[in-house]
Structures are given as structure tokens and as C-alpha cells.
């Protein structure tokens, strides 16, 4: 099955789009950086505590939940291809870069431990899955195994992990999205809702990805808003909701009452968020496909992905110290270095392709030659 031109457009800026934003989620840095659906914000409000909450645990949270349903339409229009062959396949543009890419943040870690200064930095970042912040010398090879195959410390990693396993799952998933799409629905929103995680499979991953099947299936021109939607009335919703939710999570308790309010709340803010975005942007989808900067940029949407963490984190903790005499210091690391750890990603990216393409082709899955 062909795809359309314009959608196949949509799902590269979108692609490129979810990874520039997922850097600045990643470049969160107040004093409690570890962003769920509930997390509140244990410290005065301010414009940059606002700001930064908005955008990281609300504007932005469309990202993964639309990569997940444009993976699942792709794969779902490759079925005249032998399904062993397409697993075969998504071992290299999946599995193999996702060791490769946790073996190198390991390297990173490891050099940057290497040094006082900068030592401290990995040490402040607690990025460390197993909460186990010691030198890499410390931890042993047992450790060492553990963090290169189970819980990288490049977390952002995950996501490609759950991707080969619900490729894997495809054909159970193709089945209960066409024989018995209203019982599996919505128990894929129950997943979702309720946050279903283990370590190859996750709710929200599950829901996008069988809505990504499903679209496929319908051979429908997924560019056309339904009539049963209207984004006069939806785009507004996701705006307020992201902005209340907010503001409450400055006031709330960490109790179980506000954790399901919040909890609610980001959901409605990643649904309205995905349709208004998907739906809304067109212009300037159009727009940015017609520069040629802009599509040479976003070709290397995967290795800023792979790449941003943990140099984002690291890095975060060597400047923040030199910088709080300047004033909003917090909201300028957050706007601008996100902005530098892209463009060191995409250079980076660049240079691999030009001196090693064949490196660079096994580094990024064969994406972006």
C-alpha cells in the first residue's frame, strides 16, 4: 500500500518535531525533574516554574503517543511483506541501534566520570534507573550489564525497546484491532488510563500503536478532520486543561485525590493535544517541508533522539552552578540549551554520515541517509 504524499510529509515533520520537543521535556530542570502525569511542583510559582511545567508536563505531551500511532500506520502498510522478514528487519532499525546507542551513553558516563568537575555533574543529575549514582568502577560488571541492556541510562531509550516489542506482537494486535475493535479499545484506554507499564509493554504505547493499525486498516485520508470532530472547541481544551492542570499541580497535596486529578487531567491534555496538533498544523507542515534546511534538519530526528540524553542532563548540572547570578538563569538554560544539545546531535549526525555512511546507516537504523 502507497502513502499519500502529504501524509507521508506530515509524518516526517511530526517525527522530526516529537524529538526537538522531547529534548526540551528532558531539559526540564526544576528541583524535582522526574516528570510523570502527576508530579508536583514543590516550589513557589514563578514564570519560569510556569513556564516550564506548562510546556514540559503539558504542551508538549502530544509526542510519544503520535510516534507510537505513526509507527503502528507504517508497519500496518507493510503486510504484503513476510512478517519474520519485517522482524528481521526491525532487529537492525530498532534493537541493534537501541544497544548500540545504550553502550555509548555508558561511554559517556563513564568518560565524564573521569574528572572532578565534571564527575559531580553525572552525580547531581541522578539519572541512574536503579537510583545507584556511584562511579561505573564501583558498580561492577554485573551493573554494568544491567544498565546497557535492561534500564540504559539513556532512559529515552525505552521507547524504541516497547517499539520492537509491540512489532513483535503485531500480528495479536492486528487481529484484535479488525475482529474485535470495541472490546479491545477500550481496554487498551483502560491501560491507558490506569498507566499499564511493564518493561516491553505500556499502555499509552499500546493504545496509539493499535489506533496506528487501525487508521491503516480503514485506508481513510487521515489528513481530513472527521465530522464528529471540531477543533474550534477542542483546541481551546487543550490549552485550558494544560494550563490548569498547571496551576494545580502548585497547590496540590501528594495524595491520592489530586495524583488521579492530575493524572486525568494530562490525559485529556495528550488527547486534545494529538488531535489538535495533528489536525491544526497543516499550514505550517506545508510550510517547513518546502525548506530545504528544514528537511536536511530533519533527518537526523533519530540521532537527536538517541543522542540528547545523557548529554542534556549532564550538561544541565555543569552550568546551572556558574550561571545563578544571572537573572532567569533557569529559564534560559531551559529555552537555550536544548537548543545547543540539537545542534551539537545534528552536527554530530552530519559528520558520521558524510565521513562514515555505513556507521552512521547502523548507528540510526538506516533513517536519515
Known amino acids: 500500500m502507497t502513502i499519500q504524499p502529504f501524509i507521508s510529509q506530515k509524518f516526517k515533520f511530526y517525527s522530526f518535531l516529537s524529538m526537538f520537543l522531547l529534548v526540551y521535556v528532558h531539559g526540564y530542570n526544576l528541583n524535582n525533574s522526574y516528570l510523570q502525569p502527576f508530579t508536583i511542583v514543590e516550589e513557589p510559582l514563578t514564570f519560569t516554574t510556569f513556564f516550564e511545567y506548562l510546556t514540559a508536563n503539558g504542551l508538549f505531551r502530544f509526542r510519544i503517543p503520535m510516534l507510537f500511532a505513526i509507527s503502528g500506520y507504517l508497519f500496518a502498510l507493510g503486510d504484503e511483506q513476510p512478517y519474520l522478514q519485517r522482524i528481521g528487519k526491525r532487529t537492525s532499525t530498532l534493537l541493534l541501534p537501541y544497544f548500540i546507542w545504550s553502550a555509548i551513553a555508558l561511554l559517556i558516563t563513564f568518560l565524564w566520570q573521569q574528572f572532578p568537575v565534571t564527575a559531580k555533574a553525572v552525580f547531581n543529575a541522578q539519572i541512574d534507573q536503579f537510583g545507584d549514582n556511584r562511579p561505573y568502577t564501583q558498580i561492577g560488571w554485573k551493573g554494568i550489564l544491567e544498565r546497557w541492556t535492561l534500564v540504559p541510562v539513556a532512559f529515552q531509550l525505552w521507547f524504541v525497546r516497547v ?43 499500546m493504545l496509539f500503536f493499535s489506533l496506528g493499525i487501525w487508521l491503516a486498516k480503514r485506508n481513510k485520508d487521515i489528513t481530513v478532520v472527521p465530522r464528529w470532530l471540531n477543533l474550534k472547541w477542542i483546541a481551546p481544551v487543550f490549552i485550558v486543561v494544560c ?56 533527518a537526523f530526528s533519530f540521532i537527536i533522539y538517541a543522542l540528547h540524553v545523557p548529554l542534556i542532563n549532564y550538561t544541565h548540572q555543569l552550568i546551572l552552578p556558574y550561571i545563578k547570578t544571572v537573572a532567569l538563569y533557569r529559564l534560559a538554560d531551559y529555552l537555550l540549551l536544548p537548543v545547543l544539545i540539537t545542534g551539537i546531535s545534528i552536527a554530530t549526525g552530519a559528520l558520521l554520515r558524510a565521513a562514515m555512511p555505513k556507521v552512521y546507516s547502523v548507528l540510526t537504523g538506516g533513517r536519515g541517509l
Open 163 to 205: 517499539l520492537f516489542f509491540y512489532n513483535l506482537l503485531y500480528p495479536l494486535l492486528k487481529l484484535a484491532v479488525i475482529k474485535i475493535p470495541k472490546i479491545w479499545f477500550p481496554i487498551s484506554i483502560i491501560l491507558w488510563l490506569g498507566m499499564f507499564g511493564l518493561h516491553f509493554i505500556e499502555g499509552e504505547g
Open 243 to 298: 494550563i490548569l492542570k498547571t496551576v494545580l499541580a502548585f497547590y496540590a497535596l501528594p495524595n491520592m485525590f489530586y495524583g488521579i486529578t492530575l493524572l486525568l487531567l494530562h490525559k485529556i491534555t495528550v488527547f486534545t493535544g494529538f488531535i489538535t496538533v495533528w489536525f491544526g498544523c497543516d499550514g505550517l507542515v506545508r510550510y517547513c517541508m518546502q525548506k530545504k534546511w528544514f528537511v536536511w534538519t530533519s
